[in-house]
């Protein structure tokens, strides 16, 4: 069983468990309350644009283990919107990254940015919850769901006025993304089979990606050069996590990554 089998797996008990502490007649009945949603699709550049980053709270991650455990997400959260990130993900899964929904409530309760709950997301449970934590975007998987429930969840998720960044890595399954109407497309490169990261995965799919959706390069960004590089192609928009986390100081390397011409 690969990582990205196991986890889906372990995702379904988990919402399962939840489910039977507070139906989801629960959750809904709690949305009347909840704030308007902010676009992380306005926040984001079109292709070729200026440098946008999606900037990411995450304690740790199965490929390196425990990043920055300790971390104060509402602090970071802060000091990324402070720094001009275009949106905040927060992972909330805690099984392989240690993250949890108060992380992400705790990002909403400082900042005004749109915020991605960044999770393995199988069930519209989960978009409930994300609705009433305060996110304004969900991450989805092809990899990780048959075309029925992938269809079926990003259309759950604009009814909950939730944008959705559609997470690919090959042109097939981008083909899947455009068919769902993906408005936020992201080329993922780290493999989710082998958790191996190659930006060559961006350099091919991202040019690939239609003109009217917003396209995201995920992982394997570390600073400058690896905007540069993938900016060759055309990229304008990155979603950064580990380099963030572990920098010294959060802010000055996102910077950096901003002022990539």
């Known amino acids: 069983m690969s990582f990205l089998d196991d986890i889906i797996a372990k995702k379904r008990v988990e919402v399962a468990e939840r489910r039977a502490a507070a139906p989801d007649a629960v959750l809904e009945r709690r949305l009347d309350d909840v704030r308007r949603t902010v676009s992380l699709y306005a926040a984001l550049s079109p292709n070729g644009g200026p440098v946008q980053v999606i900037s990411e709270v995450k304690r740790a991650s199965p490929s390196v283990g425990d990043i920055r455990g300790t971390l104060d997400p509402a602090k970071l959260a802060a000091e990324y919107a402070a720094a001009g990130a275009a949106g905040i993900s927060v992972l909330t899964d805690g099984h392989a990254f240690g993250g949890s929904l108060e992380d992400l409530q705790a990002a909403r309760a400082v900042v005004e940015k749109p915020l991605l709950r960044k999770d393995f997301i199988v069930d519209r449970y989960q978009l409930l919850e994300a609705r009433l934590r305060g996110a304004d975007a969900v991450l989805l998987i092809v990899a990780a769901l048959p075309a029925a429930e992938l269809k079926a969840l990003h259309a759950q998720a604009t009814a909950l006025a939730l944008d959705v960044l559609v997470e690919i890595h090959d042109a097939q399954e981008l083909e899947m993304a455009v068919a769902i109407g993906g408005r936020i497309i992201g080329v993922n490169n780290r493999n989710l089979k082998?958790?191996?990261?190659?930006?060559a995965t961006s350099e091919r799919v991202l040019p690939l990606i239609p003109k009217e959706a917003k396209a995201v390069a995920e992982s394997g960004v570390k600073g400058p050069d690896?905007?540069?590089?993938?900016?060759?192609?055309g990229a304008a928009n990155f979603l950064v996590g580990e380099a963030l986390v572990r920098a010294k100081s959060a802010a000055d390397l996102l910077q950096q990554l901003r002022e990539v011409p």
Do not use: A, C, G, I
Request: avoid cysteine; glycine fraction near 0%; charge should be positive.
């Open 226 to 233: 690896e905007v540069r590089r993938l900016r060759k192609v």
């Open 194 to 199: 082998t958790l191996q990261v190659d930006l």
